[in-house]
């Protein structure tokens, strides 16, 4: 089994500020040293938090992120402090979600990847963006993300 080279992480086993902003996050990544082989990789954050931009009120969201690495992996904290950024951002859901996404491509040139932006109500009104590069590869195991669709107190 090969050691993952991790001397280029800054933000690893350090006490790292959570960053004002996503623009100003740093989303760190590791070589993948399974890349020879397609499989899926699945992060959950069922506590994701942003700002209203109309009203500056907070929004919550259960994000699932899942993506089918290529060379890359991303760093679990940095995933972390990149997601914190948004507790004080203000945006839409629909800007949250795609641009979670976009960012994680970008950085991470997966072979695909795709999130589901589960949100709770606001204004009595709960909205679900959802977002995929494409069809997944051939042979990987996709499980449904298992997040119900909102049911208030019903």
């Known amino acids: 089994m090969k050691t993952t080279d991790v001397s280029g992480l800054t933000q690893l086993g ?3 500020t959570l960053p004002a902003s996503p623009s100003e996050a740093v989303i ?4 993948n040293d399974q890349s020879d082989v ?5 992060f959950a954050a069922p506590e994701f938090t942003s700002l209203c931009p109309m009203t500056g009120q907070p929004d919550f969201a259960h994000l699932v992120i899942d993506y089918v690495p290529d060379q ?3 760093e679990s904290k940095s995933l972390k402090l990149f997601l914190g950024s948004f507790r004080n951002h203000g945006s839409f859901h629909e800007d949250c979600t795609i641009g979670i996404a976009r960012r994680l491509v970008k950085e991470l ?3 695909w990847l795709r999130i589901g932006g589960y949100w709770y109500p606001r204004g009595g009104i709960p909205i679900d963006v959802f977002w995929q590069t ?6 990987v ?3 449904d ?9 019903g």
């Open 14 to 16: 350090t006490h790292t």
């Open 28 to 31: 760190e990544r590791v070589p």
């Open 38 to 42: 397609n499989y899926l990789v699945r």
């Open 72 to 74: 890359w992996l991303v």
């Open 109 to 111: 040139s997966p072979r």
């Open 134 to 139: 494409g069809t997944p590869p051939d042979g």
């Open 141 to 143: 195991w996709i499980p």
């Open 145 to 153: 993300q298992g997040v119900a669709a909102y049911r208030g107190r």
